[in-house]
């Protein structure tokens, strides 16, 4: 990924937490920063919590309560406190995509920094009126305004050809692909005002699949064109990723809180008893008469998220063949029925992969740049918050000043 000379990166923090919340609960990850041996920089995870609602959260009051209880329970991991955090958004809030420009420009003169900055700001002002068009195609509202959460410059090329950085080279074109994430303005006044009353400060607001990307792009796994997708409470995020960088996002609003939901109206519990029951039976803690009942519900909803599944790949615009690496993450996926059902089931034949797709879970230990000292954030439902470290260790976006 190309480093311009511009663009302002994210004041970097020793000590910080991560927050995720959504209508199951809060997720809390306290990190510590240091500079390890091989002089790299590394967020230490020395803390996490999870606080479960009760009943899914539908207010901010509720929402509050457990947030107040879930920093605190991390802070006591700390050497020292902070209101410092990260706040991590899923697909049901954002989405993402990629925009290119290209120019013909005069061979005779080289490319200069304020060319180059114009440009930059060209692409984003069309990727936001694209953005727009996109999100008035969602709602139908044409007075909703969006925000842009993290951009980052997949390439740039003079002639046609890749180059780091095209200042002083002469070109008769110029081109630039930047991939940008939005969220409607009124949702993040939502997400500010809700810290606010909790006295934190937010740094950074970014979206989950692009701060896993960009810690998957820095990591020693060998594919270069692979999909991300993150079954999270509310919803699951698909990523497409070309080059190990992120082009494009969807959701589908469906995760496991609907398998959850599906499980306490057939079974007549409570929301927290069949999340609970959901959770033992990924463990195998029931009889061998529950797990059929279990088995049996879950497949109702499964057949509808694939179904939806299906429909999403289809919605991604120019992407002509889908990569067959297929890397897994989310809570949703640490039931394993959910996971082999996406493993087995012939779903993927409609889609245009390039070959039959490969399914892994991501190891944490697998990524660099982040370390557990905790050991309890190994599970898939920790890795997306857990990789939001990453923007503000080493930041890689390009917002202009």
Known sequence: MPILPFGKKSRPLDHFLAIET????????????????????????????????????????????????????CLTNLDRPTKKVLVGLKGEHSFGFT??????????TPVTRKELEHMFQKTLDIAYTKAQAELFQQTGKANDKLELLNSSVIYTKVDGNPILNPIGQEASTLEM??????????ILRKIKKLFAKAHLSIELIGLDLHSLSGLLEKSDLENTNYLIIDMGSD????????GKALVATKSLPIGRNHF???????????????????????????????????RNLLETVLELWLTGMELL????????????????????????????????????????FKEPP???????AELPGISDTTGKASTLSWLAIASLAHLIVEDTSYDKD
């Open 22 to 73: 959504d209508t199951a609960g809060v997720k809390c990850v306290a990190f510590q920063a240091y500079t390890n041996l091989e002089d790299l920089p590394t967020a230490k995870i020395v803390g996490i919590s999870h606080k479960v609602a009760t009943t899914p959260l539908v207010n901010s009051a509720q929402t509050l309560d457990l947030l107040t209880d879930c920093v605190a329970d």
């Open 358 to 364: 490969e399914f892994s879970k991501i190891d944490l």
């Open 313 to 352: 790949f289809s919605e991604f615009s120019g992407i002509k063949t889908f990569a067959a690496k297929i890397y897994l993450v989310g809570e949703g996926f640490d039931v394993s029925d959910i996971y082999e059902f996406i493993v087995t089931e012939p779903w993927t034949k409609s889609i245009p």
């Open 99 to 108: 925009t290119r420009t290209r120019v013909g420009r005069n061979t005779q």
């Open 235 to 242: 919803c699951t995020s698909v990523g497409v990723v070309f």
């Open 260 to 294: 959850v939901k599906e499980l306490s109206q057939n079974l007549g519990i409570t929301f927290e008893d069949a999340s609970t029951m959901l959770r033992d039976y990924s463990r195998s803690k029931l009889s061998e008469s529950e797990n059929m009942v279990i």
């Open 177 to 186: 692909a930047i991939f940008t994430s939005y969220c409607p303005k009124y």
